[in-house]
């Protein structure tokens, strides 16, 4: 059963909770907020579906190349671009998805700000899911509906995490013609535990309910993205990138991951995703007029499904190829795992007593402290291992 899975590996994928015939599994979280699969014995008839098709357990099998094509892109509709956590890719492919009669499946914000997987059909739904959410969305049973428009015949374009896109597949036991995957470059997944304190505490000092939440908003430009809760009376809560205590948490101490995220097993190439994703960081770097700090595309090609995507769009974007070492110089998370922050553990020991930017800044004080020497040591530990993968 599906309980082989050591815990720390398990990336919540919900491949298994979509897979069981008789429902015999839901997704319970943890004391960090991380959502992991229960088995309820009483209803389980030891079919053990949910262990053939975990993509830990037994990885996706696939054509896919280990020498992409890679590009440089943003969308021409400069609206839709700067509205965009990167270029616009994504929302030109699901437009051109969309026009010609496919479905769309990707993550939204409910109306409490949780998230969710879920389908559209129609472009006046698209802007729903345009903008990353920084925490791990809901699959709930969006496999499940997947299978049934694809035994339909209807064409799907899913967008999700590498690890979700590998449940996917694993889950569908077989390859469809007309299912189409995107991915991204992850840099890890946060609880919707960790998200909603976050928002609960910078909300204190706002007497209104949140009306928009933004992550990498481009109000201060594309290299110094900022997170931005809007809220209903006007009031804005608003820091870049740098001073920003989600992001300070998430990109300078790493300290809410899931564990499965340090030892993540879809980093490699060839990617399982037949298109892939994120942000160009450093294109300036190789050519300046690739960067005018409004959100530069990185799309990777892995498949010929993937060409026949990115071939739809060619007249609504601005694409320019480019190389693989361009992408890792800039985005070490397409290739590399991020290590667990070294005040991880005190981080969860915390988050249900203190505020939470009470905690970042007790957590940012202690690491500003730490001696050059033991600094020295981590930097020397992340490259061993990194030279070690």
Same mark, same amino acid.
């Given at each position: 059963? @599906?309980?082989?899975?050591?815990?720390?590996?398990?990336?919540?994928?919900?491949?298994?909770?979509?897979?069981?015939?008789?429902?015999?599994?839901?997704?319970?979280?943890?004391?960090?907020?991380?959502?992991?699969?229960?088995?309820?014995?009483?209803?389980?008839?030891?079919?053990?579906?949910?262990?053939? @098709?975990?993509?830990?357990?037994?990885?996706?099998?696939?054509?896919?190349?280990?020498?992409?094509?890679?590009?440089?892109?943003?969308?021409?509709?400069?609206?839709?671009?700067?509205?965009?956590? *990167?270029?616009?890719?994504?929302?030109? +492919?699901?437009?051109?998805?969309?026009?010609?009669?496919?479905?769309?499946?990707?993550?939204?914000? +409910?109306?409490?700000?949780?998230?969710?997987? #879920?389908?559209?059909?129609?472009?006046?739904?698209?802007?729903?899911?345009?903008?990353?959410?920084?925490?791990?969305?809901?699959?709930?049973?969006?496999?499940?509906?997947?299978?049934?428009?694809?035994?339909?015949?209807?064409?799907?374009?899913?967008?999700?995490?590498?690890?979700?896109?590998?449940?996917?597949?694993?889950?569908?036991?077989?390859?469809?013609?007309?299912?189409?995957?995107?991915?991204?470059?992850?840099?890890?997944? @946060?609880?919707?535990?960790?998200?909603?304190?976050?928002?609960?505490?910078? !909300?204190?000092?706002?007497?209104?309910?949140?009306?928009?939440?933004?992550?990498?908003?481009?109000?201060?430009?594309?290299?110094?993205?900022?997170?931005?809760?809007?809220?209903?009376?006007?009031?804005?809560?608003?820091?870049?990138?740098?001073?920003?205590?989600?992001?300070?948490?998430? $990109?300078?101490?790493?300290?809410?991951?899931?564990? !499965?995220?340090?030892?993540?097993?879809?980093?490699?190439?060839?990617?399982?995703?037949?298109?892939?994703?994120?942000?160009?960081?450093?294109?300036?770097?190789?050519?300046?007029? $690739?960067?005018?700090?409004?959100?530069? *595309?990185?799309?990777?090609?892995? !498949?010929?499904?993937?060409?026949? $995507?990115?071939?739809?769009?060619?007249?609504?974007?601005? *694409?320019?190829?480019? #190389?693989?070492?361009?992408? #890792?110089?800039?985005? *070490?998370?397409?290739?590399?795992?991020?290590?667990?922050?070294?005040?991880?553990?005190?981080?969860?020991?915390?988050?249900?007593?203190?505020?939470?930017?009470?905690?970042?800044?007790? @957590?940012?004080?202690?690491? !500003?402290?730490?001696?050059?020497?033991?600094?020295?040591?981590?930097?020397?530990?992340?490259?061993?291992?990194? $030279?070690?993968?």
């Amino acid at each position: 059963m @599906i309980d082989k899975v050591e815990k720390s590996m398990c990336t919540g994928c919900a491949g298994c909770k979509n897979i069981c015939p008789v429902s015999a599994i839901t997704f319970r979280a943890d004391s960090e907020g991380f959502e992991y699969p229960d088995i309820d014995m009483a209803k389980c008839i030891k079919c053990n579906l949910c262990e053939k @098709i975990c993509p830990i357990l037994h990885p996706v099998k696939s054509d896919n190349t280990s020498k992409p094509d890679i590009y440089a892109a943003w969308n021409m509709d400069e609206n839709i671009r700067i509205n965009s956590t *990167s270029g616009g890719i994504f929302s030109a +492919l699901a437009t051109q998805f969309i026009q010609r009669g496919g479905l769309v499946v990707g993550a939204v914000y +409910l109306e409490d700000f949780s998230i969710v997987h #879920t389908m559209i059909s129609s472009i006046d739904d698209l802007e729903k899911l345009r903008q990353s959410k920084y925490a791990q969305s809901k699959i709930q049973d969006i496999f499940k509906s997947i299978k049934d428009e694809l035994s339909k015949g209807n064409k799907v374009l899913f967008c999700g995490s590498p690890c979700q896109n590998a449940g996917l597949r694993n889950f569908l036991r077989k390859d469809y013609e007309n299912l189409y995957c995107c991915d991204f470059i992850c840099r890890g997944i @946060i609880s919707q535990k960790v998200y909603h304190k976050f928002l609960n505490d910078v !909300s204190k000092k706002h007497s209104s309910d949140i009306k928009n939440i933004q992550f990498k908003n481009k109000d201060f430009g594309w290299n110094r993205f900022s997170t931005k809760v809007s809220y209903k009376d006007g009031s804005v809560y608003q820091l870049d990138r740098f001073t920003d205590y989600y992001m300070v948490g998430y $990109l300078k101490h790493n300290l809410y991951l899931r564990p !499965s995220c340090h030892n993540c097993h879809f980093k490699s190439l060839p990617r399982v995703a037949d298109i892939s994703l994120g942000d160009f960081w450093g294109i300036a770097n190789f050519d300046a007029n $690739l960067d005018n700090n409004k959100g530069t *595309s990185v799309v990777i090609v892995n !498949s010929q499904k993937g060409r026949e $995507l990115y071939s739809w769009i060619k007249n609504d974007v601005y *694409s320019c190829e480019r #190389t693989l070492d361009e992408v #890792t110089k800039g985005n *070490s998370c397409l290739l590399n795992c991020a290590p667990a922050g070294k005040y991880r553990e005190y981080f969860f020991k915390n988050i249900d007593k203190t505020d939470f930017i009470d905690l970042i800044n007790k @957590i940012d004080k202690k690491a !500003s402290k730490v001696p050059m020497g033991e600094k020295a040591r981590e930097y020397i530990t992340v490259v061993k291992n990194h $030279l070690k993968r």
